[in-house]
C-alpha cells in the first residue's frame, strides 16, 4: 500500500512519541516519579505501528504488559496516558490502572494485562461482537513470544476459526520472554501453528522494517473486515532495554554481539533513512519533527503533574457487580434468610 506524504510524517510521529514516551517513562520510574514499574517498547516502534497504522479508527485492539505503544500508535494523546502511569486523577483510567493495566476506549484500546495471554480473548469477544452486531470492524490482539504457548491463545484461535471472526493475532516476537530465549521453550515457528487451526499463518522475519510489517497486517485487516476470518501474524522484533525498568538480573541473558547487531537496526532510524532517500523528505523537516515530539512529550509531563491523585472516595467507582440473591431482600427477609428461617414467597 502507498502512503501519502503526511501519512508517511504521521509514521515517523508516532513512531517518535513511543520513543520518547518510553524513555522520559523510564527516567521517571528511577527517580521515583512513578510508582512501580513499567515495560518499555523501545526497540519495537515499527512493529507497533506498522500494525496499529494498519487499522482504523473504529477498530478494537488489546495489548499486554508491553503496551504504552499500542494506544500512541493509534493515535492516543500522552497527556492522559502519562497521567495513567503516574497514578493521576486525569490517566485514561483515572489513575486506576497505572502501566500494566491501562485502556484507552476513544481509540479502541480495550486494555491490557499483566497476565500473560489474558487480553487475547477480550480482543476475540470484540471480534465476535463486531459480527454479532454486523459492524465492518476487526479486532487485533497483540501478545508476545511468552504468551505464544498459553492455552488461552489456542482456545481464542480455534473459536475465531469455527465462527470465522474478523480478527488479527499478533505476536510479537522480541525473542525473549523477560529472560528466557523463545527458542529454548517454543518448538517450531509461531506463526505455523496457524496450520491446525485452518487460518492462514504469517511470519514477519524483520520486524524492524515499518512497511514490512503494515503490508502484512494491512492484508490480514483487509481479509478480516471482508469476511474472510482470522489471520495468525508472528513479528520477530528486538525490545533494546531490558525486560522492565529498573530490573537487575545476575546474569546477562544478551551477548554484546547480539544487542549490537539490533541496535545497527534501529526502526526509527531505519525509516528516517528511507524519507530522506526514497521519499522526498529533508533532514530538517525530521529533525523539526523530532523536537515537536520532545515538546509534546514535555506537555505529557507537565500536564501529569497538574493532575491531582484520585480521591480515596472514588476508590470502589467504575467497578461492576451482580446483584445478589440476598440482596433484593427486604430487611426482614435478609434477617431471616441468615437465621436460616424460611423465607415468604
Same mark, same amino acid.
Given at each position: 500500500?502507498? @502512503?501519502?506524504?503526511?501519512?508517511? *510524517?504521521?509514521?515517523?510521529?508516532?513512531? $517518535?512519541?513511543?520513543?520518547?514516551?518510553?524513555?522520559?517513562?523510564?527516567?521517571?520510574?528511577?527517580?521515583?516519579? &512513578?510508582?512501580?514499574?513499567?515495560?518499555?517498547?523501545?526497540?519495537?516502534?515499527?512493529?507497533?505501528? !506498522?500494525?496499529?497504522?494498519?487499522?482504523?479508527?473504529?477498530?478494537?485492539?488489546?495489548?499486554?504488559?508491553?503496551?504504552?505503544?499500542?494506544?500512541?500508535?493509534? !493515535?492516543?494523546?500522552?497527556?492522559?496516558?502519562?497521567?495513567? @502511569?503516574?497514578?493521576?486523577?486525569?490517566?485514561?483510567?483515572?489513575?486506576?490502572?497505572?502501566?500494566?493495566?491501562?485502556?484507552?476506549?476513544?481509540? !479502541?484500546?480495550?486494555?491490557?494485562?499483566?497476565?500473560?495471554?489474558?487480553?487475547?480473548?477480550?480482543?476475540? !469477544?470484540?471480534?465476535?461482537?463486531?459480527?454479532?452486531?454486523?459492524?465492518?470492524?476487526?479486532?487485533?490482539?497483540?501478545?508476545?513470544?511468552?504468551?505464544?504457548?498459553?492455552?488461552?491463545?489456542?482456545?481464542?484461535?480455534?473459536?475465531?476459526?469455527?465462527?470465522?471472526?474478523?480478527?488479527?493475532?499478533?505476536?510479537?516476537?522480541?525473542?525473549?520472554?523477560?529472560?528466557?530465549?523463545?527458542?529454548?521453550?517454543?518448538?517450531?515457528?509461531?506463526?505455523?501453528?496457524?496450520?491446525?487451526?485452518? &487460518?492462514?499463518?504469517?511470519?514477519?522475519?524483520?520486524?524492524?522494517?515499518?512497511?514490512?510489517?503494515?503490508?502484512?497486517?494491512?492484508?490480514?485487516?483487509?481479509?478480516?473486515?471482508?469476511?474472510?476470518?482470522? +489471520?495468525?501474524?508472528?513479528?520477530?522484533?528486538?525490545?533494546?532495554?531490558?525486560?522492565?525498568?529498573?530490573?537487575? *538480573?545476575?546474569?546477562?541473558?544478551?551477548?554484546?554481539?547480539?544487542?549490537?547487531?539490533?541496535?545497527?537496526?534501529?526502526?526509527?532510524?531505519?525509516?528516517?533513512?528511507?524519507?530522506?532517500?526514497?521519499?522526498?523528505?529533508?533532514?530538517?523537516? $525530521?529533525?523539526?519533527?523530532?523536537?515537536?515530539?520532545?515538546?509534546?512529550?514535555?506537555?505529557?509531563?507537565?500536564?501529569?503533574?497538574?493532575?491531582?491523585?484520585?480521591?480515596?472516595?472514588?476508590?470502589?467507582?467504575?467497578?461492576?457487580?451482580?446483584? +445478589?440473591?440476598?440482596? +433484593?431482600?427486604?430487611?426482614?427477609?435478609?434477617?431471616?434468610?441468615?437465621?436460616?428461617?424460611?423465607?415468604?414467597?
Amino acid at each position: 500500500m502507498t @502512503l501519502s506524504h503526511d501519512e508517511l *510524517l504521521e509514521v515517523q510521529r508516532r513512531m $517518535l512519541r513511543i520513543r520518547k514516551f518510553d524513555e522520559r517513562a523510564s527516567k521517571m520510574v528511577k527517580r521515583g516519579h &512513578i510508582p512501580g514499574t513499567v515495560h518499555t517498547s523501545i526497540g519495537q516502534e515499527a512493529q507497533v505501528v !506498522g500494525a496499529t497504522f494498519a487499522l482504523q479508527d473504529g477498530d478494537y485492539m488489546s495489548g499486554n504488559h508491553r503496551s504504552h505503544g499500542h494506544p500512541i500508535g493509534k !493515535g492516543a494523546p500522552l497527556g492522559p496516558l502519562m497521567a495513567e @502511569l503516574t497514578g493521576k486523577a486525569a490517566g485514561v483510567c483515572k489513575g486506576k490502572g497505572g502501566s500494566l493495566h491501562l485502556a484507552d476506549f476513544a481509540v !479502541g484500546s480495550l486494555g491490557e494485562s499483566g497476565i500473560v495471554g489474558s487480553s487475547i480473548p477480550i480482543a476475540t !469477544g470484540a471480534a465476535l461482537s463486531s459480527k454479532v452486531l454486523g459492524r465492518p470492524t476487526v479486532a487485533l490482539a497483540f501478545f508476545g513470544d511468552g504468551a505464544a504457548n498459553q492455552g488461552v491463545l489456542y482456545e481464542s484461535m480455534n473459536m475465531a476459526g469455527v465462527w470465522n471472526l474478523p480478527m488479527i493475532f499478533l505476536c510479537e516476537n522480541n525473542q525473549y520472554a523477560l529472560s528466557t530465549p523463545a527458542h529454548t521453550v517454543t518448538s517450531g515457528v509461531i506463526a505455523d501453528r496457524a496450520a491446525g487451526f485452518g &487460518i492462514p499463518g504469517v511470519r514477519i522475519e524483520n520486524g524492524q522494517d515499518f512497511f514490512a510489517v503494515h503490508d502484512a497486517v494491512k492484508s490480514a485487516v483487509d481479509r478480516a473486515r471482508a469476511g474472510e476470518g482470522p +489471520t495468525l501474524i508472528e513479528v520477530v522484533t528486538y525490545r533494546y532495554n531490558e525486560h522492565s525498568e529498573g530490573l537487575r *538480573l545476575s546474569v546477562d541473558y544478551r551477548n554484546a554481539e547480539e544487542k549490537a547487531e539490533w541496535l545497527s537496526r534501529d526502526p526509527i532510524v531505519q525509516f528516517r533513512e528511507a524519507l530522506i532517500a526514497d521519499h522526498g523528505f529533508t533532514a530538517e523537516e $525530521l529533525d523539526a519533527l523530532d523536537a515537536d515530539v520532545l515538546r509534546e512529550v514535555d506537555e505529557a509531563v507537565a500536564f501529569s503533574d497538574a493532575s491531582p491523585f484520585p480521591e480515596k472516595s472514588v476508590a470502589f467507582d467504575d467497578l461492576f457487580t451482580d446483584t +445478589t440473591y440476598v440482596e +433484593t431482600l427486604s430487611r426482614q427477609e435478609r434477617a431471616a434468610f441468615e437465621q436460616k428461617e424460611e423465607v415468604p414467597a
